[in-house]
C-alpha cells in the first residue's frame, strides 16, 4: 500500500478566506499580522498560506497530560497541587462551554461591532477565585537551562503574554470578570540527566503574566484596514518568508527571460 503523501496546497477554498462564511480572526492569526501583515494578507485575503511544518508531537503530549491532571481537580472542585504550592487561591473552572472553549477549532467566540470582525480563542485552562473572577492559564513546554520563573523579552514570549490578553478579552466581552494576572503552567525538560532511559524529567513551575488589553481595540481596527486594502501591505520587518519569495522570484523571472530570448 502506497504511502499516504500531504501535498502542499497553494489554494484554500473561499469559505475560510475573508468574507467567507468560515472565516474567524483566531488569536494566532492576530500574532500573525504582528510578526507580517504581507503575509497575513496573502494568507486570509488571497488565500495562499504559508508552507506547514510538523506538529511538535512532543509539546502536545504535554498539555494533553496537563489537562488530564487539572481536569481531575476540575470535577473534583479541588486545586492542584501546583497551585497550592505557589498559593494561588482557585481552583479549575467547571463550565458547562469548557471543552468548546478549550477547542482551537472553535474557542471563545465575540463579535467586535466596530469592525465586524469575529474573534475566537482556544484556551488550554481557566482557573476561578472564590470571588467567581476568572484566571487565564496556558500550558507550555521547552527545554533550556535554568528555573523558568519569568517571563523575559524575546519575541516568543510577548506573542505568550498578547495571547493571554486576548483571552482575558475574550471572556471580559462574554460579560465575565477576569483577573489581570494570569499564568504559565511551564514544563521544562533537563538536559542534565545521567541518560534518557525512556524518560523525559521535568521542572514544572508557574509563571505570571501581567495581561494587558488597552491594545486590541486599535489592532482590530489595523487588522480591518489591512483585509480591506487593495494593494499589498509592508511586509514585517523579520519576515523571513517576504524576502524569500522576492528573492526567489526575481531569479527565476531571470531564468525565464532568459531563456525567451535564446
Not at 492569526?29 to 485575503?45: A, Q, S
Amino acid at each position: 500500500m502506497a504511502e499516504y503523501v500531504k501535498k502542499y496546497n497553494p489554494h484554500r477554498h473561499a469559505d475560510w478566506n475573508y468574507g467567507g462564511e468560515k472565516w474567524k480572526l483566531s488569536r494566532s492569526k492576530i500574532d500573525f499580522f504582528f510578526e507580517c501583515p504581507r503575509c497575513f494578507y496573502l494568507d486570509n485575503v488571497l488565500g495562499t498560506k504559508r508552507p506547514g511544518f510538523p506538529s511538535f508531537n512532543l509539546n502536545i503530549a504535554v498539555d494533553e497530560l496537563f489537562k488530564k491532571e487539572f481536569d481531575i481537580h476540575r470535577g473534583a472542585g479541588t486545586p492542584h497541587p501546583l497551585m497550592t504550592q505557589y498559593g494561588i487561591e482557585a481552583i479549575p473552572l467547571q463550565h458547562e462551554k469548557m471543552d468548546e472553549w478549550r477547542d482551537p477549532f472553535v474557542g471563545i467566540t465575540h463579535k467586535h461591532e466596530p469592525t465586524g470582525l469575529i474573534v475566537s480563542g482556544g484556551v488550554d485552562d481557566i482557573w476561578v477565585t472564590p470571588s467567581g473572577a476568572l484566571i487565564i492559564v496556558d500550558y507550555k513546554s521547552t527545554s533550556k537551562e535554568g528555573k523558568i520563573e519569568a517571563l523575559g523579552d524575546s519575541p516568543w514570549e510577548m506573542q505568550y503574554t498578547r495571547q493571554l490578553g486576548v483571552y482575558r478579552w475574550l471572556l471580559e466581552q462574554n460579560g465575565f470578570t477576569v483577573e489581570k494576572k494570569g499564568y504559565l503552567v511551564y514544563a521544562n525538560a533537563s538536559k542534565n540527566e545521567s541518560g534518557f532511559n525512556n524518560t523525559l524529567v521535568f521542572e514544572t513551575t508557574l509563571v505570571p503574566v501581567e495581561t494587558d488589553v488597552n491594545w486590541i481595540e486599535p489592532t482590530l481596527h489595523d487588522i480591518k484596514k489591512c483585509l480591506e486594502q487593495k494593494d499589498l501591505p509592508q511586509p514585517g520587518p523579520v519576515c523571513e518568508y517576504c524576502p524569500y519569495r522576492e528573492a526567489a522570484g526575481k531569479k527565476l523571472q531571470a531564468i525565464h527571460f532568459a531563456n525567451k530570448k535564446s
